[in-house]
């Protein structure tokens, strides 16, 4: 600058998020001299992850909770988890024993910034069979097949009819 100082400006480029160390060297008619810096680029607190989440009742499952941002983001979670689940250090773990939909919030904080909230569902299906009724019609004394799906609870499934089929299919 001509005057005693210098200045290092910019917009630090997205990704660069990091500690830098370099070295400024200020010279006069005498002699150079040399300093060490070191500048940390910092990035506000976010949450990458997706904001929502499905467990089938019953099945042991984890979802991790994934932040961004420079320091390293804390992570706290607000509201009730289904009976059967919990938190710790960013994963939900457990087997869920209640069906039903959750709502929780995601708190991340670095101290840059503003606090970052992911609103965030977590679903727990019931074991149910997801087939619908009525089935596609069947003609007489022509092939017929349909399967059958269902989901939640716990594998493997095991299917038997409980009434009577028509004579001919089983």
Do not use: C, H
Request: aromatic fraction near 10%; charged fraction near 10%; hydrophobic fraction near 30%.
């Amino acid at each position: 600058n001509g005057d005693g100082t210098a200045t290092l400006s910019g917009n630090p480029a997205a990704d660069s998020a990091d500690t830098y160390t370099f070295t400024i060297t200020a010279t006069n008619v005498v002699a150079p001299v040399n300093q060490t810096f070191t500048l940390t680029i910092d990035i506000p607190a976010g949450i990458s992850s997706p904001d929502s989440v499905s467990f089938p009742r019953y099945n042991p499952g984890t979802f991790t909770v994934t932040t961004t941002g420079n320091p390293t983001p804390t992570l706290t979670e607000v509201g009730t988890l289904p009976k059967g689940m919990s938190y710790s250090n960013g994963t939900i773990s457990g087997t869920p024993i209640k069906a039903g939909t959750f709502e929780l919030a995601f708190l991340a904080n670095n101290g840059i910034g503003f606090q970052y909230v992911q609103y965030f569902t977590l679903t727990v299906t019931p074991f149910q069979i997801t087939t619908t009724s009525p089935l596609p019609a069947a003609t007489e004394g022509t092939a017929y097949s349909v399967t059958f799906t269902a989901s939640g609870g716990v594998t493997p499934y095991k299917w038997k009819a409980t009434s009577t089929l028509p004579t001919g299919l089983t």
